[in-house]
Each structure stands twice: as C-alpha cells, then as structure tokens.
C-alpha cells in the first residue's frame, strides 16, 4: 500500500512525465524496501538455523523467535504483551542467579542490569564501553585526555571499560597517536587511571593489546584515515607483504625472529597490565591488523606453516594468546576481538569460519570472544544496520558455548536488553553512544527505576534529579497518551 500511494504521488508530481515518476519513485523507495528485504533475510536466517535454540527454555526460544527480525525488540513487545517481557525478565533473573549463586531480587530487572562473572571478575551489568582509539598520545604514552575519557565512561555506570588498543611496540601503533604498553611511562600512566576506576567507580577495566601491522604509520583518525603518514613513516610488517591501499607502504612479510619479537612484545605488554591492576585483557585480533592479517585469507598467502588452511593461518595468533594466557593472572579472564566475517565473497571469513576460530581459542583458555566484523580489506562489504554484527556473535555463542561479546550499531538500552535476553550475545559493547553520552548507563538506569546502580557519592544529588525528571517525563507522557485515545474514541 504504501508503494502504490509512492508510486502515485510520483506520477502526479511529475505531470505525466512517466520516465521521471518512475525514477522519483525508485528513489523514495528503494531504502524502506531493502530495509525490509534485510529484515527478511534475517528472519530466514532464524527459521534455517533453529537447531541453534533447540536446547533453549522455552521462555526464551519464544523471545529470539519473536526478536529473531531485530524489527521488534524488547521494548516493542512490552507495548504489544507486557506479560512476555514480564516473563522473560523473571526467567532471565532467576538463571543469572543460579549461574551467579545470588539470591533472586524481589523486583526482577531489565536483562541489562543483571551481573555477570568471567573467572572471578564479576560485572555489576552487561553494558561495555567499547575500545576507541583517541589518537592524542604522545610516543604511545596516555595523558590527562585518556584519564577523563575513560575515568568518565567508567563514573557513567558502565559494567566493562576497555581501553583503546595498546600498541605493544614502536613500530606498531596504528599512528603517532596511538596508545602503547612497551615503555615503563606508558604503565605509570596506565596504573593512573585504573587506580581511578577502581576507587570512584563500580566499573572493571580490561586492556586491550594490538599490533597494527599493514596498517601502521598511518595519519590520526580525524585526518585521512588508513592513509600513511605525510613524512616520518616506520617500517611495517604482516603475516604476506600486502598493502592495505595501493597507495599504502608495503609491509614486510615476517619471518621467524620476528614472530618470537612480537610475541615477546604481547607478553612483556600483559606483564606491565598485572603491575598496573587491570582486570582482563584482551587481544585485537580484528580489522586486519597484524595478527588478525595471519587469519584471515585476504591477508595471508604465505606458503610455510603459517599460511593455507585455517589452523596454519591460526598457528601464530594462537601462539601468542598461549603466551599471554600463561603470564595473566589464572584468576583473570583474557578475550580475542574478531573479524567474524571479511565481508568478502568467495574469498574472505565467514561466519562458520568465526565459530572454528572460536573454538581453537576456547580450547587455549579464551573466557570471551569480542565479535566485530570487516575491516580487513578496504574491498570488503559490509551489510549495516543497527545490531548488525549481533548474528555473528550468537552464532559463535550458541555452536561453541563461548561467552561473546556484540559490537556494532548497538544504540539504545532497549537494544542492549533484546540481544541479552534472546541469548545473542552476554555483553554489549557500545563506542558511539558514551562518546555522545558518557553516563549512558546511568541515564538507562533512571529510566528502568533502578536504584541500586552505583553513582559516585559527589554526584548523589544529580541522581534524584535525574530520576524525578525521569518519573515525570513519563507521567505526563502517559497523560498525554491517555488524552489522545479518550479524544480518539470521542471522534468515533
């Protein structure tokens, strides 16, 4: 209906120019109609992999099925039948319980607000500020700005804050910009800001190691971005000798001694996130950085041990999550960001590439795979949307039995609660949104009626603030709903 009331509206605006109606009306139309097509495709996808949620409860094999689009969510199902949303926070709650060994709360709340354990670090809710590189360091050195971007995010109420990716040498940072772990400055300045997480904050802090590989040497974020440096460019190594763009230098294919540089380079980084407190750690091993460029077949055509199928593409990344797995603290948990998919056709990782790389992972001690997607190759093409990299990390969840983490368009509080609940992912990682606004969870708080969040006690009286504008807001919408259907039926 909608296409034909386009389809004519086209047609008289165009005063019978028919070759113009018709273009106008492609136009207009074609995003809502791939939106829709998408949601379809998606959907399908639910219904012909079902086997995935066969071994669900049956509360929540009704929510993923009735979620499965990503077009009806956890809040649009309260206005549909708040008794299902009622039914599956009572049944979330008393799951997480048992798994926890906590009592279970006489109030159930949102699915985001319920803790959840990797090892013996315990998260107070499911949302995770997100790595994103700030490119203001100096010589890899943080300073006052990632002090307050990250002490901000972590006195926001977030559960997991995780840093920008610490490069662990010189010559591996992304850009001059980029954040390091390879000097005894860069640790005291760490150890600075997680002594400020942990004493104004409930959050935990996890680091997150990376080398850049190909795509090193290249300008800060906000100039032109993956393009290498005007002057004073390092050399660069990857798993073959392939430029990211033509334009890009070309990396040198590394040999032997420098695998065991580089995986000495990871350890010695972990070693220094002990001595700072971190409470995880975590391996980049996604958008086509140095080690995820061993992964995937884009990148790698080497022709030794390191190259071919996908468990010699695997040998060295996992060689170096052995290495750190062995010097982080047993009582710890360690993650690996992913590129689940390359986005690349018939020649790049799929998802079913995702769940056999999770698996060796898992197997060497791995507590959570952090799932994003692409960015391997500047040819990739990514199908966006918002939760579009969600299916990836459920399928990875439900096969191997992983804890996953989703990433990628993930906006609201109302999304964070879809994908929880469903059983798509155990925690969210939002990047965008707690640039926009740090206290994203705080906000979200307020407007479930959650009272015990922490908020820092210097800011106690901005939460009663918060929360009777929140309670009021509400009041006067429902009053205004109220008046709308009474004026509605006096119409009929």
């Not at 769940?355 to 190759?377: N, P």
């Not at 609660?417 to 469903?422: L, M």
Request: charged share 25%; net charge neutral.
């Amino acid at each position: 209906m909608e296409d034909a009331i386009a389809l004519h509206k086209a047609i008289l605006g165009h005063r019978g120019d028919i070759p113009a109606a018709l273009a106008s009306y492609e136009t207009e139309r074609r995003e809502e109609v791939e939106r829709i097509q998408h949601a379809a495709d998606v959907s399908l996808s639910w219904f012909e992999h079902v086997r995935r949620f066969w071994s669900m409860d049956p509360v929540q094999f009704n929510f993923s099925l009735l979620s499965r689009s990503k077009q009806i969510t956890y809040e649009n199902l309260r206005l549909r039948d708040p008794g299902v949303v009622r039914d599956v926070d009572a049944w979330f709650v008393r799951e997480v319980a048992k798994r926890e060994g906590t009592p279970v709360p006489n109030k159930p709340p949102p699915p985001l607000f319920t803790p959840f354990t990797l090892r013996r670090i315990t998260l107070s809710n499911r949302v995770v500020v997100s790595p994103m590189c700030q490119y203001s360091a100096k010589d890899g050195t943080p300073n006052d700005w990632h002090f307050v971007h990250l002490g901000a995010r972590a006195v926001g109420g977030a559960g997991l804050v995780v840093t920008e990716m610490a490069c662990v040498s010189r010559d591996g940072r992304i850009s001059p910009g980029c954040a390091g772990m390879y000097k005894p400055a860069h640790a005291r300045a760490w150890r600075r800001i997680v002594r400020f997480v942990h004493a104004h904050s409930a959050a935990r802090i996890c680091l997150q190691l990376g080398h850049a590989g190909r795509k090193g040497s290249t300008q800060l974020g906000w100039q032109e971005m993956d393009r290498p440096l005007k002057r004073g460019n390092w050399p660069l190594i990857a798993a073959s000798p392939i430029p990211y763009h033509p334009d890009s230098q070309v990396p040198r294919a590394m040999t032997r001694a420098d695998m065991d540089r580089v995986r000495d380079d990871f350890v010695a980084a972990a070693k220094q996130g002990i001595a700072c407190g971190f409470d995880m750690l975590e391996l980049h091993m996604a958008h086509g950085y140095l080690l995820a460029s061993f992964i995937s077949p884009v990148t790698n055509k080497r022709s030794d041990e390191y190259g071919g199928s996908l468990e010699n593409r695997l040998r060295f990344p996992l060689e170096v999550f052995a290495a750190a797995r062995a010097a982080w603290p047993v009582d710890k948990p360690m993650s690996v960001r992913i590129s689940a998919t390359d986005w690349i056709e018939d020649e790049g990782l799929t998802g079913d590439d995702a769940v056999a790389i999770a698996r060796l992972f898992k197997a060497q001690g791995c507590d959570l795979i952090d799932v994003s997607t692409g960015q391997t190759s500047p040819d990739s093409k990514p199908i966006y949307g918002r939760m579009y990299q969600t299916p990836f990390a459920e399928q990875i969840r439900l096969e191997v039995g992983i804890a996953t983490m989703a990433v990628g368009s993930i906006t609201t509080a109302d999304q964070v609660n879809t994908i929880v609940a469903s059983g798509r992912a155990d925690l969210c990682a939002l990047a965008r949104p707690h640039l926009a606004d740090p206290h994203f969870t705080l906000r979200a708080a307020a407007d479930y009626d959650i009272e015990d969040l922490a908020w820092p006690v210097q800011y106690l009286s901005g939460k009663q603030q918060l929360y009777a504008l929140t309670r009021r807001a509400k009041t006067e919408a429902a009053a205004k709903q109220a008046a709308l259907e009474a004026e509605a039926r006096v119409t009929e």
